[in-house]
């Protein structure tokens, strides 16, 4: 019984895990579709705002954004943790960017007219793992705001 199931164990140790490409766009999409997740309603203006976001700071298409926030959605539900998405961001950002980026999701938290915890949670837990320092959470925060 034993040996039945370490030889079961090591198969699965074996198989390879699939890996799904994420580009800049797909991990940024997927930033914004977390904090709308966040506080577990996914407003229309939250999802106006994503849009809105891709559209502008990546200059993709309609057609495009969809397909991005399509593609992100599922992959934001099985991760299991951030650190794809983040480690996209912080290969291809500088630290201002990353700071914009702050932003963004603070836009996004803000669509629906309140801020729920979770999304402030959420958007502390993203800042810190990009590297933003709390005193630049709290700027970008305000500038969202306004």
Same mark, same amino acid.
């Given at each position: 019984m034993l040996a039945h199931i370490k030889k079961l164990l090591q198969g699965l140790a074996l198989q390879p895990e699939p890996t799904v490409s994420i580009d800049f766009n797909t $991990? =940024? $999409?997927a930033l914004l579709v977390e904090v709308m997740r966040a506080d577990g309603k996914a407003h229309s203006s939250e999802l106006n705002k994503i849009s809105a976001i891709l559209l502008t700071h990546c *200059? =993709?298409? *309609? +057609? *495009?954004v969809t397909g991005l926030i399509a593609k992100a959605e599922? =992959?934001?539900e099985e991760a %299991?943790?951030? &650190? $794809? &998405?983040?480690k996209q961001i912080n290969n291809q950002t500088n630290d201002v +960017?990353?700071? +914009? %980026?702050?932003? =963004?999701?603070?836009h996004v938290a803000f669509a629906d007219g309140e801020l729920d915890s979770h999304e402030d949670h959420i958007i502390r837990? %993203? $800042?810190g793992l990009l590297y933003v320092s709390h005193a630049d959470f709290i700027a970008a925060k305000l500038a969202a705001a306004q």
């Open positions: $991990a =940024l $999409a *200059q =993709l298409s *309609q +057609e *495009q599922p =992959l934001v %299991i943790d951030l &650190f $794809a &998405f983040v +960017e990353r700071i +914009e %980026i702050v932003e =963004l999701l603070w837990r %993203i $800042a």
